[in-house]
């Protein structure tokens, strides 16, 4: 039987605390903390970085939460360790989103491994995607990777459906560009060029000037007013891709932080076979649109997350807070 030292194990929450940390998270807002007694990680929701305005109930604040744990029980099985999870353990600590105990000795299989290769490498995109297609059996696996965690990972194949949803993204944004309350949270993310801070949407991270795709969907306002962006040349990067939504069958927190841990899983197993992916949330965040969403397209099954997969070869800057800041 495979044994492990001490010093292995460290090793292993120290790997779990680091992919933790390179979660996507809504305005890159981290939204997390972590802690460490023994040999149980704590990964709890940090509500002071929660958007009061776009996301009041915190619903994306826990897929991030989701997304991260996602993380740390990939690390942990990389490391050699099977991860013994538990999802929002105490009702007393609402915000101790789950607890991963480093179980007994494994061997991490080959998919694992591939997963785990990409916790620092995937990036959001924030533009068109260029003309080559996404397999299609990738998407079928991609269908899988989201079942497997608990969620409905569906492919909008319709055109007059994916015209739907991008006239949604158009709505929503449009509403929360007028809206002052949620111009200043987006600008309260936004980080400015040479900012040295270690969170928001960096200005590296979308382009100043992007093709529309045809249908167009609306990306978030992150410049705002101001000439940010990065100055890849975009021109040839129209396509919409493969549009997507992540669903679950409750809206409950524990099926928050399902939908993140299913998503994390898609973009890691996406990113390993070089497809990126871009979202389009602003529609969630408008009670009466996420409903429509929800009868309309969604089979009634919540929507958690809009998403577009394709192809892109612009590097991205990504922030994250170092370690020292999470780990209490
Ligand atoms: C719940 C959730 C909602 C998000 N919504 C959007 C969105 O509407 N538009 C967007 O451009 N990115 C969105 N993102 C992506 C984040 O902005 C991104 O994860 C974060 O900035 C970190 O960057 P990275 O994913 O490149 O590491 C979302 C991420 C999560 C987890």
Known sequence: MTTRTPEQREDAIRAALEAGRWAPSVHNTQ?????????????RADTDRKLRVEDSSGRELLIGCGAALFNIRTALRCAGFEPIARVLPDPDRPSLVATVGVGTPMEADEHTRLLGGEFERRRTHRAG????????????????EARSEGARLTPVVVPEAIEVIAALTRAAQGVQAQDRRFSLEVIRWARPPGSGRGDGVPAGGYPREAAPTEPRFAQRDYAWRHEWGSEADQSKSAATGVVALLTTSGDSREDWIAAGQA????????????????????????RHLREFLKDELCSGESPQMIIRFGITFDDKDAVRRPLSELVD
Request: proline content about 6%.
């Open 31 to 43: 939204p997390w903390s972590f802690s460490v007694s023994g040999d149980v990680v704590s990964l």
């Open 129 to 144: 995607f260029t003309d080559l297609p996404v397999p299609e059996r990738l998407i079928e696996a991609l269908v899988g």
């Open 263 to 286: 998503l994390q899983r898609v973009l890691l197993r996406a990113s390993a076979h070089g497809v990126s992916a871009a979202f389009h949330t602003q529609v969630l965040e408008m």
